[in-house]
């Protein structure tokens, strides 16, 4: 391990996704903490983990079949059911919220609420435990076949993929208990049913004592991590079980009668799940209710990139910049994670800007760097940039872990007893090992940075953000428009992951 | 380390988000009336003055309470110049805490004295109104007359409105603790409470859901603002504007709100902008726009149809009162409304 690189992309995490929490805590005074569990926000927390884990349960029962049947097997089409199947979570939660309430008329209440988000969530464990089953060394699976055929096969290898199947469900949970749009959206009518993330953002209403609303956030942060940490051990033990020294890749399954009903399944879940809401605002994009027409279709798709040309690029900008900054601490962190004693701490550190309520976040951007010594740093896309690496970096980091766990440690023994140094062994020798991986975890700071909104809403310059203009023309601006440019956010979002697919020499993977 | 290609487009790339708004402009305005109808306003103004101006948005889902963090997260080094919020209680709360210039517009002197900060922190002027929008396939309007008929059990399952936690529907409830007083306030809060448990009363995100759902005929009724009204009229909805309790406590009118920060980096500049918004040309042209805000000054032309509030029992409110208490019943109504 290099020291100054390790300290450098410490350095960097601090400041882009502690400093602003840290900052945020200095505000807590003793009498904060004190009224924060009642019972009013007990039964708000109870509700919240039942959603989270209803949510995170559908994620899991839907997710791990699909991620199995796409990546492991011989039904039609896999490639791009794989594809098709990553668009639940490129669409922010609220636009599926609005499509399937739409066609789904009587969908609502807290069965509707656990439903989008289970569904919303369910690509990151169809991710995670595509991986995993692709990690099972073709040998032991051949002989599981040669035993007790395909039966057999997933006797064997449930077990291995299991523990990167329930990390990723335990994401969708944490993604889950923090979003109170979709509870809001989806008891509009009818019974009301509040989360413990309506009680954050309404406590910033308390501006006299801001410590409380900082307080207000802290059972939402232990919820959090409370579930994140098993997580990670699970995780990890996945990402050993499983790839062995001389590793063989599996070949596909064949399923032979089930071939087509199984294949069926697939796509009537991502039909569902993703091609309704995108057919959705289709269908709004060329005038909707009002009838559809493509001369509409395209006037709508001209205005959204008349109007939201240059919100567009500035995403693009910042989240690919992010992305790509991200491959930094995601390959240094990422191999320290794995090869040094400090991961015990430096765990949970990773993780919690992730695991804080989002306004908090982006307050604390505010706080650590409005001041006149930062005030040209302050108004640049530059702390956008800061903002989205900083909440998102655990991706890359925790994939650049998982890879490292499956990286021969003998081979950079080998390179040090040739001399090479750390930081050479770690680009050279490391790197091209961990690329495909790391790449997968800066695709998700891409693409939540392109959907990302809480945050960075309190950011000045994310206001000149695609996704901002979304929010703001949801209010009043015509409904075509509205569709035809979050039409043009998800393929930008799709954008890399099909250029990846088209021209890449391997395939976008996240180790999970 | 060798500088592999990656690391390139990395210093590239930074140098571009670096140097992406750097240019200073001369004015910074935060808006939270939405983008649409403001963008163009502001541009015009950069044009006729040729002052480059740096306008920031909020967002209908953050009601408000984005852009108002902020200011109070800015306060030691501020970087806006003008506030333009689209309804008034969080403005007035900001001058209670200190944070705005007191500035009298020569433009403002028409505007009726109760739509001014009487220290000059803040004018009022283009206002919404708190109406009860009504689906006519669904409901007689002529039986719908008062707040009251939300919380009346034939209409069970039929009533909506915002949740009372941010936006306007916050506003409007705490300023129902100073005209009805705390008990006939807390009265009718606790029953809209009480009725969105079993879903007599059902709670949105906003008031655009409310218009949109009443439009859409789900609903039959609910309290929402004149300006969601306004589009729920333009999509063709079977819809008509309640203005209740003409015998009791009248509607609650709720101006746009223009306000100069304290410690404004250019003052001189805000305070051209803000004579230049508070002209009745601009007043008649929000009134005469698709977010149809009625006009404070009887002067000012305004649509057929649009009321003036000497056409309807304007709300007794003094939004002093209703700023300074804001903090307080946003709290009440989060232990209230979030179990």
């Known amino acids: 391990m290099s020291r100054p690189l390790v300290l450098a992309s410490v350095a960097l995490l601090a400041l882009a996704g502690l400093a602003p929490i840290v900052w945020m805590l200095m505000r807590l005074e003793s009498g904060d903490v004190s009224g924060i569990f009642d019972a009013r926000t007990l039964t708000l927390l109870g509700r919240t983990s039942w959603i989270g884990a209803g949510a995170a349960g559908i994620a899991f029962v839907l997710g791990l079949p699909f991620g199995f049947l796409v990546a492991r097997t011989d039904i039609p089409g896999a490639r791009t059911l794989r594809h098709a199947g990553l668009v639940p979570m490129l669409v922010p939660p609220v636009l599926l919220s609005m499509t399937w309430s739409v066609v789904f008329t009587e969908l609502r209440g807290p069965t509707a609420i656990i439903l989008v988000l289970g569904i919303s969530t369910f690509p990151l464990v169809a991710v995670f435990s595509a991986r995993a089953f692709e990690r099972i060394d073709a040998r032991r699976e051949e002989a599981a076949l040669l035993v007790g055929g395909l039966r057999s096969v997933l006797a064997m290898e449930l077990p291995l993929v299991l523990p990167a199947a329930a990390s990723a469900a335990c994401l969708a949970f944490v993604l889950a208990i923090n979003d109170f749009a979709v509870p809001d959206y989806m008891t509009s009518i009818g019974s009301k049913v509040n989360v413990y993330a309506d009680e954050v953002f309404a406590s910033w209403q308390s501006v006299h004592s801001p410590g409380k609303a900082v307080a207000a956030a802290l059972p939402l942060l232990v919820l959090t991590l409370v579930v994140l940490l098993p997580a990670l051990a699970l995780r990890r033990r996945g990402s050993l079980a499983t790839w062995d020294g001389d590793f063989r890749r599996p070949g596909a399954l064949a399923l032979g009668s089930w071939r087509w009903p199984l294949f069926a399944l697939a796509f009537a879940l991502v039909a569902f799940a993703a091609a309704l809401p995108i057919g959705r605002l289709v269908w709004e994009a060329g005038g909707g209710a009002r009838g559809w027409n493509f001369a509409g279709f395209q006037a709508a798709f001209a205005r959204a990139i008349e109007v939201g040309r240059a919100d567009l690029q500035r995403s693009l900008l910042y989240a690919s910049s992010a992305a790509l900054i991200s491959l930094v601490p995601g390959l240094v962190l990422g191999h320290a994670l794995q090869r040094s004693r400090a991961s015990a701490w430096l765990e949970p550190l990773v993780l919690a800007p992730l695991a804080v309520p989002a306004i908090l976040f982006g307050i604390g951007y505010i706080a650590l760097w409005n001041h006149p010594a930062t005030t040209t740093m302050y108004s640049s896309g530059f702390l956008v940039v800061l903002l989205f690496l900083g909440r998102f970096a655990c991706f890359p980091i925790f994939a650049g872990a998982g890879a490292t766990a499956t990286f021969d440690p003998h081979l950079e023994e080998a390179a040090r007893l040739a001399h090479a140094g750390p930081a050479r062994r770690l680009v050279s020798i490391v790197r091209p090992a961990l690329q495909s991986s790391l790449f997968g975890g800066a695709a998700l700071v891409f693409i939540f940075g392109m959907r990302e909104l809480d945050a960075a809403i309190l950011v000045p310059a994310a206001n000149g953000t695609a996704m901002f203009r979304v929010y703001n023309a949801i209010h009043f601006g015509r409904d075509d428009f509205v569709a035809a440019l979050a039409l043009l956010i998800v393929f930008f979002i799709l954008l890399p992951g099909i250029l990846w697919s088209a021209f890449g020499r391997e395939r976008w993977e996240v180790a999970a | ?339």
């Open chain 2, 1 to 339: 380390m060798k500088a592999t290609p990656i690391l390139r487009v990395l210093s590239l790339l930074l140098g571009l988000a670096a140097t992406g708004c750097a240019k200073e402009p001369d004015l910074i305005v935060y808006c939270s009336l939405d983008q649409e109808f403001a963008e163009p306003l502001i541009q015009r103004f950069e044009k006729e003055t040729g002052l480059a101006v740096h306008a920031e948005f909020d967002i209908e889902a953050a009601k408000t309470v984005g852009l108002v963090a902020r200011i109070r997260e800015e306060s030691k080094n501020p970087r806006c110049d003008v506030f333009w919020n689209n309804e008034v209680a969080h403005t007035v709360a900001l001058a209670s805490d200190g944070l705005l210039e007191s500035y009298d517009s020569p433009s403002a002197k028409e505007i009726p004295a109760g739509f001014r900060d009487p220290g000059g922190h803040w004018t009022g002027f283009a206002a919404r109104a708190r109406i009860l929008i009504v689906n006519t396939a669904l409901a007689d309007p002529k039986t719908i007359t008062s707040m009251w008929d939300l919380v009346d059990p034939k209409w069970a399952g039929k009533a909506v409105m915002a949740k009372p936690l941010t936006g306007t529907t916050l506003t409007h409830m705490a300023a129902l603790y100073s005209v009805l007083g705390e008990a006939k306030a807390a009265e009718y809060v606790t029953r809209i409470e009480q009725l969105s448990m079993t879903g007599a009363v059902s709670l949105t995100n906003g008031n655009a859901s409310v218009a949109r759902l009443v439009g859409d005929g789900k609903m039959a009724f609910g309290w929402t603002d004149t300006d969601d009204f306004a589009v729920a009229k333009e999509r063709g909805a079977p819809v008509v504007a309640v203005y209740p309790d003409a015998d009791g406590c009248g509607t609650l009118l709720l101006p746009n709100a223009i306000a100069i920060l304290k410690g404004a980096p250019h003052l001189a500049a805000a305070k051209r902008f803000e004579d230049w918004v508070l002209r009745p040309e601009i007043e008649k042209e929000l009134a005469f726009s698709r977010s149809a805000q009625i006009p404070v000054r009887d002067s000012v032309p305004r649509p057929d149809g649009m009321l003036s509030g000497r056409q309807f029992k304007v709300m007794a409110i003094d939004y002093g009162t209703l700023g300074a208490e804001l903090e307080k019943r946003a709290e009440l109504l989060k232990k209230l409304f979030l179990q």
